[in-house]
């Protein structure tokens, strides 16, 4: 696929004031980081000397932080507990351009919260404060009443579903069925653990590797993950779920790209060659880039790829961050040709 740096640079120009919905998990992700240089006495660990720490945006708050970096403005709808955690969250959201404002409070379950460790630019251990359980009626009942008031001044709907107990199978249907009512289009990042016929209705999915073996139910090691394959595995989740399309993201692989009706017809996009520190939040980058550049009228396809580059800078980086427009500007400066 040819890639045109004066078309990509005039759609990140379109980027600017696009407003997506964001739905779906939310939490704050800690780091401490530090050098090793013995094991504990106490028993055969290593000691990590914090001499760092950090805390950032976490599951769909990277998403919308990725959205709100990029020039657009996200409405960030989600859940929180009633603990000093949904406060640091909410700093953390204006710090980034976000408003907590659509957030809804939880008293009966935790801020999700996730702690790593980390020596250098290797994790050494991770620890989850979090309370896994779809959420009671009230509270589901709250979201979707935001959703309703908020889906009419958006230009599209993005769904983040990390099994956190937000995404329902209702509330997604629900959610969908507003935003085609209002003729938004729903970008949905599944999860391993959900049914793909649960996502029914969505335009498009971006599912991982592992995500779209998990959906489709093809399970293939690396020596067997032929085109043919990953065909297989788009068919069977645009069947289940009736979408129009799906973008597999295959890590340094790049991604692949199916429409429903034609999965023969799937386009490759190529990542290029660059130093992965860490893949962790890439999906959430991908998915923001993609959904804006759809806001901004562009083909599937032109998407794809400007959601590509954005991808391959956040990957050289450690831990969930967000792509700048300038370090977006430089990498495709790097990587492609101005025609």
Request: with cysteine; aromatic share 4%.
């Amino acid at each position: 696929m040819n890639v045109n740096q004066n078309k990509l640079f005039s759609t990140m120009q379109n980027l600017n004031g696009k407003r997506l919905l964001v739905v779906g998990d939310v939490g704050l992700d800690e780091y401490f980081i530090g050098p090793v240089r013995r094991i504990s006495p106490e028993a055969p660990v290593p000691v990590v000397e914090v001499e760092t720490q950090d805390k950032r945006l976490g599951l769909a708050g990277n998403v919308a932080a990725n959205i709100s970096s990029l020039g657009g403005v996200p409405y960030l709808l989600g859940v929180v507990g009633d603990d000093s955690t949904a406060e640091v969250l909410k700093a953390e959201l204006r710090t980034h351009g976000c408003s907590p404002e659509y957030l809804v409070t939880d008293s009966s379950r935790p801020t999700t919260r996730k702690l790593r460790i980390l020596a250098g630019q290797h994790h050494v251990v991770r620890a989850d404060f979090e309370r896994k359980k779809f959420l009671g009626s009230p509270i589901e009942d709250r979201i979707l009443e935001r959703a309703r008031e908020l889906i009419s001044n958006c230009d599209g709907v993005v769904l983040q579903d990390y099994a956190k107990g937000v995404l329902s199978e209702r509330l997604i249907e629900e959610v969908i069925r507003i935003a085609h009512s209002k003729g938004k289009f729903v970008n949905l990042d599944p999860n391993r653990s959900t049914p793909a016929t649960s996502y029914k209705g969505v335009d498009y999915l971006t599912p991982n590797i592992e995500e779209a073996q998990a959906l489709s139910g093809i399970h293939l090691d690396d020596l067997r993950a032929t085109q043919d394959s990953i065909e297989k595995m788009a068919g069977r989740i645009l069947l289940a779920t009736d979408a129009q399309a799906v973008v597999i993201t295959r890590g340094r692989d790049g991604m692949s790209l199916f429409r429903k009706g034609n999965v023969q017809a799937g386009a490759h996009i190529p990542t290029f060659a660059r130093t992965v520190f860490d893949v962790t939040g890439a999906g959430d980058t991908v998915i923001a880039a993609m959904s804006l550049a759809l806001a901004a009228g562009v083909t599937l396809e032109e998407a794809c790829v400007l959601a590509n580059f954005a991808a391959g800078v956040v990957v050289g980086k450690v831990g969930c961050v967000s792509a700048s427009p300038e370090e977006l500007k430089q990498y495709i400066l790097s990587h492609s040709s101005p025609v």
